[in-house]
T-cell receptor, first 114, second 114 residues
Framework: GQQLNQSPQSMFIQEGEDVSMNCTSS?????WLWYKQDPGEGPVLLIA?????ELTSNGRLTAQFGITRKDSFLNISASIPSDVGIYFC??????????????FGKGTLLTVNP | NAGVTQTPKFQVLKTGQSMTLQCAQD?????MYWYRQDPGMGLRLIYY???????DKGEVPNGYNVSRLNKREFSLRLESAAPSQTSVYFC?????????????FGPGTRLLVL
């Protein structure tokens, strides 16, 4: 099956710093999604990207769908303590009808020191 | 509008015991999913139901069964629990877009099998 490589696995940063994480794949996706999981909670969708080259922002978050359709990155600017959590990328392949296959990366654990 | 709800939140089982994890969504979504989350493994799909009356295996279906009771409810059953099934289980439902689905997750069920 498709594999997603998400990096880094973990990050320790100071409040106010910018953060960047990315996902790469050996095969293409139709859609890239970025989720955040707070401790003890389920993942929550942050940003969805639907077209190659698309750059989308959601507040301090910015994500891009790579031109090759095999990668995506997520940037967080001016980090704050509540940004702590695990960030997951997910690539989705649509093959017609009701066939959507979603593959998740293994996550990036973000720790923000106040 | 509660979104996706899961019961129970926590459960401890002995090896060989059975139990059913419940999931319900009130968003009128067609598709529902069960994932397990293990440290360093990300989210892995166990089973999914593209629509009421249909279920399909995901990446790691062995040891599990599912029932799509109606459009709202999708349950996951462990017939004979094993320590390898210790995990956090997430249910998700999907809002279908033109060519992409975005998944909304429940808060999770934390299962410990002794």
């Amino acid at each position: 099956g498709q594999q997603l490589n998400q990096s880094p696995q973990s990050m320790f940063i100071q409040e106010g710093e910018d953060v960047s994480m990315n996902c790469t794949s050996s095969s293409i996706f139709n859609t890239w999604l970025w989720y955040k999981q707070d401790p003890g909670e389920g993942p929550v969708l942050l940003i969805a990207l639907y077209k190659a080259g698309e750059l989308t922002s959601n507040g301090r978050l910015t994500a891009q769908f790579g031109i090759t359709r095999k990668d995506s990155f997520l940037n967080i600017s001016a980090s704050i303590p509540s940004d702590v959590g695990i960030y997951f990328c997910a690539g989705q392949l649509y093959s017609g009808g009701s066939n959507y296959k979603l593959t998740f990366g293994k996550g990036t654990l973000l720790t923000v020191n106040p | 509008n509660a979104g996706v709800t899961q019961t129970p939140k926590f459960q401890v089982l002995k090896t060989g015991q059975s139990m059913t994890l419940q999931c319900a969504q009130d968003m009128n979504h067609n598709s529902m999913y069960w994932y397990r989350q293990d440290p360093g493994m990300g989210l892995r799909l166990i089973y999914y139901s593209a629509s009421e009356g249909t279920t399909d295996k995901g990446e790691v279906p062995n040891g599990y069964n599912v029932s799509r009771l109606n459009k709202r409810e999708f349950s996951l059953r462990l017939e004979s629990a094993a320590p390898s099934q210790t995990s956090v289980y997430f249910c998700a439902s999907t809002l279908k877009g033109r060519t992409a689905e975005t998944q909304y997750f429940g808060p999770g069920t934390r299962l410990l099998v002794l």
